[in-house]
């Protein structure tokens, strides 16, 4: 047993606070990943500078080690980079008609992303309207029609021999008299930034009432997509961005930059060609992507959600000065169990992932041997958990008995206490306050 809570000791034992050496070691690998990753080079420098500025000298939360700590802060500050908090677009009242104008660049998936979306919406109650304003490729209106007719989506065209500015007018007009509360606009692009696009960009915006303009990025084009997001936004005006063909971008360097260069939100992210394909961002999914430590940030968080600090330095504190009592034992167990779970929490470590076990520990038995150890001490009074030594054999009868085991177990148990307070208390420099080593990511 002593075996199992050491898990739980161990997290405790990494204190102190973050040296610089600690941060600089760690942030060389963060950078290195960033870079990889197609990063916009002012968006690292800027980026590691402040994750240095706020780490070094932080404390080392319980249950961490340093290099985990580092890995929490560059975590947040990542995600903080790309706004955080998803967001979504937003409506007029749904008596009014909203108008949503998709911009971008040739191929980068506008019709596509225009006709995903239309699908999302009108699962969540819209009548969405979409009209064809790509006057140029001959195959534009039919692909959209096409797509609209998939997603069970109305379609207004009128060929292409009108303005863009004036399908649109008509469309606004079809979609007030129908009585649809969505009307989605989907343009032109050209093969590069071009006058002429954002120019007519501007005309449908000044001939009808936009309510949001989103542009759509290849996420391929990594920092070039940045580039482009920008001049839309100079030009155009954008309210938020889609980032396409993330399924096959495994860097995310173009996600991590767009936000911190234009400050504009990513709305949605395209993860296929086909029309289903299309998913709200998360910027804390798409950190864990960029850092490629998925199985690490779950437990920095998991520890971070559970572990509450204050009980843990408590515990900490009474253990150094030998005051562990049974109180302390179950809250212990409560705080391992609140992680997951003994078996969770060896699969999430490096190495031991995909339900793998250690060679001589059998985890599922571990906990079932945990709940039998937590039903005796619920069994015991407040005074006896607090001061085992007033146990005689009539309390240990009743103890038994309403934990529905065998006296003779609660008799070990008392009993393997009794031997780990005195292994403590031969050891008082094995929890907290030992010499930390230097440890790698
Ligand atoms: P547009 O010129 O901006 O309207 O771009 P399209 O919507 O015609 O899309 C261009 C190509 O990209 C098409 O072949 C789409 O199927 C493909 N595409 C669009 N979005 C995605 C995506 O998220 N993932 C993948 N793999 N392909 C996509
Ligand atoms: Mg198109």
Known sequence: LSEKLQNVFKNLRSKGRLTEDDVKAALREVKM?????DVNFRVVKQFTKSVQERAIGQDVMNGLNPGQMVIKIVNEEMTKLMGSETTEIDFKPSNELTIIMMVGLQGAGKTTTTA???????????????????????????????????????????????KPADIAKAAVNHAISNGNNVLIIDTAGRLHIDEEMMDELVEIKNSVDVHRTLLVVDSMTGQDAVNVAGTFDEKVGVDGVILTKLDGDTRGGAALSIRAVTGKPILFVGMGEKLSDLEQFYPDRMTSRILGMGDVLTMIEKAQETIDENKAKELERKMKQNEFDFEMYLESMSQMRKMGGLSSILGMLPGLGMGSKLPDFDSDEAEKNMARIEAIIYSMTPE????????????????????????????????QFEQMKKMMKQMPGMFGGGKRGKKGL
């Open 33 to 37: 990943a960033l870079l990889e990753a």
């Open 116 to 162: 995903k979306i239309a699908g999302k919406l009108k699962s969540k109650g819209k009548k969405v309207l979409l009209a064809a304003c790509d006057v140029y490729r001959p195959a534009a209106i039919e692909q959209l029609k096409i797509n609209g007719e998939k997603q069970g989506v109305e379609v207004f065209a009128m060929g292409n021999k009108n």
């Open 384 to 415: 006896e958990r607090r001061n085992p030594k007033v146990m005689n054999p009539s309390r240990k009868n009743r103890i038994a008995k309403g934990a529905g085991v065998n006296i003779s177990e609660v008799n070990k148990l008392i009993k």
